[in-house]
């Protein structure tokens, strides 16, 4: 199982990229980006542009995979997000995981307060495959965020891997069984403990897990070395 870790951008500055940086010298297998306007439910809060800093990470880094955890149809035309992920691959190739989603009630308040339309949840799944087809014929790993089961039958349709955010192992399993599942969610405490975490995950059938954050990069680095 590839293990990674999504970077600080909820803040002004720019330790995300050092911190990619550092991801990578540990020997960590990715690093991604959430694409919001701000942190979920904190409009008063910092928000660095996803692709602009994944650009910066890819120019910084040689080896890491980089991506979003998930782009979010709608917040640009889809021939627009199309040709953010496909100008990230120019710069990282072989390294880009096209992460995408459609977005929920909780990311919903973002759109509105910037008048970026809100399509209901079928049209935003039908963009999510639009954009999921020309990617995947561009060569370009998907894997599309969500749980719900819409969602998981696009993913199978489209022979992409499903992300699942904060999942428990057992619901990991049960859809590892039939395609390509990704973890994304916080993980946190002792490299022990998080070996712990990875190794169930791993058991489970995950082809990857990305932990939130962590406290301590090491700690996670470490801990990669049991599913490996």
């Known amino acids: 199982m590839n293990v990674g870790v999504t970077l600080p951008s909820f803040r002004h500055d720019t330790a995300a990229v050092a911190s990619a940086r550092r991801a990578e010298e540990l020997g960590l297998d990715g690093v991604f980006v959430f694409d919001h306007l701000w942190p979920m439910g904190r409009p008063d809060r910092p928000a660095l542009s996803c692709f602009p800093?994944?650009?910066a990470v890819a120019a910084s880094t040689s080896d890491i995979h980089v991506g979003p955890l998930v782009a979010?149809?709608?917040t640009v035309s889809d021939d627009l997000l199309i040709a953010q992920f496909l100008?990230?691959?120019a710069m990282a190739p072989q390294r880009v995981v096209a992460a995408l989603g459609t977005g929920d009630?909780?990311?919903?308040?973002?759109?509105?307060?910037?008048g970026i339309?809100?399509?209901p949840a079928g049209?935003?799944?039908?963009?999510?495959a639009r954009c999921a087809r020309q990617l995947q014929e561009a060569g370009l790993p998907v894997w599309i965020g969500g749980g719900a089961r819409p969602t998981v039958e696009l993913a199978r349709d489209l022979s992409a891997a499903v992300n699942l955010w904060g999942a428990q192992p057992a619901a990991v399993a049960s859809l590892a069984a039939r395609f390509e599942v990704t973890w994304g969610g916080p993980v946190s405490g002792s490299a022990a403990v998080i070996t712990e975490w990875l190794v169930e995950l791993a058991a489970a059938g995950a082809t990857w897990a990305v932990c939130a954050w962590p406290g301590s990069l090491e700690a996670v680095a470490e801990?990669?070395?049991?599913?490996?």
């Open 72 to 74: 979010r149809v709608g």
């Open 53 to 55: 800093l994944l650009a």
């Open 117 to 119: 339309p809100y399509p």
């Open 105 to 114: 009630a909780k990311s919903a308040d973002e759109n509105r307060a910037y």
């Open 223 to 228: 801990a990669a070395q049991a599913v490996r």
């Open 87 to 89: 100008t990230l691959a």
């Open 123 to 128: 049209e935003r799944r039908l963009a999510v």
